[in-house]
């Protein structure tokens, strides 16, 4: 079983919908939380980082973290077709002092006009 | 922009020849990753440097890959007698204001035939 799990999608919406991606996790020592946004064939780009558990919000962007049931969240509100790319959640361990990320294996959004 | 850039965008190589990708962060930053990607998966960890030491390097870092960071600016990840396995996205990311926080160059795509 893979430490992050995250539904590969597609996940198809019409414009303007509220879009909610998921990641489950399992280690427990998890504390830094992130998503990142790719495009095909592209770099990942980093669009919301949570310390902790908690809720952050950044425009259209709002993560959720519930540590008590190894859960994370995004919610993308008002979508927009420019926001059709690849989401992947990642998250490093607080006793890693490498801070590498371990990642979700993506979810695939497109946002139909 | 990242602040990371990496040569070649794009490598095909033949089975057995040896291929070299660099990443040139903008500005020296402390700590820097590499990262493989295939298709339809997140990326995963190979190794990272602080400065120009090699802290840690993933069991995926067989002894055919060697990654170099002289004075802790550019680095340099070598892969000799390549196998079509070793088909991905190599990504070079590095860390941000929150050392937690990890952003990521545009990647190469190796192609091994």
């Known amino acids: 079983q893979k430490e992050v799990e995250q539904d590969p999608g597609p996940l198809s919406v019409p414009e303007g919908a509220i879009v909610s991606l998921n990641c489950t996790y399992s280690?427990?020592?998890?504390?830094?939380f992130m998503w990142y946004r790719q495009y095909s064939r592209k770099g990942p780009e980093l669009l919301m980082y949570?310390?902790?558990?908690g809720n952050k919000e950044d425009g259209r962007f709002t993560a959720q973290v519930d540590k008590s049931s190894k859960y994370i969240s995004l919610f993308i509100r008002d979508s927009q077709p420019s926001d059709s790319a690849t989401y992947l959640c990642a998250m490093s361990d607080w006793m890693d002092s490498s801070y590498k990320l371990i990642f979700g294996s993506g979810t695939r959004l497109l946002v139909r006009p | 922009d990242t602040g990371v850039s990496q040569n070649p965008r794009h490598k095909i190589t033949k089975r057995g020849q040896n291929v070299t990708f660099r990443c040139d962060p903008i500005s020296e930053h402390n700590r820097l990753y590499w990262y493989r990607q295939t298709l339809g998966q997140g990326p995963e960890f190979l190794t990272y440097f602080q400065n120009e030491a090699q802290l840690e390097k993933s069991r995926l870092l067989s002894d055919r890959f060697s990654a170099e960071r002289p004075k802790g600016s550019f680095s340099t990840l070598e892969i000799q007698r390549t196998e079509q396995g070793d088909s991905a996205m190599y990504l070079c990311?590095?860390?941000?204001?929150?050392?937690?926080?990890?952003?990521f160059g545009p990647g190469t795509r190796l192609l091994v035939l």
């Open positions: 280690n427990s020592a998890f504390q830094y």
């Open positions: 949570t310390y902790s558990s």
């Open positions: 990311a590095h860390s941000g204001r929150l050392t937690e926080t990890q952003y």
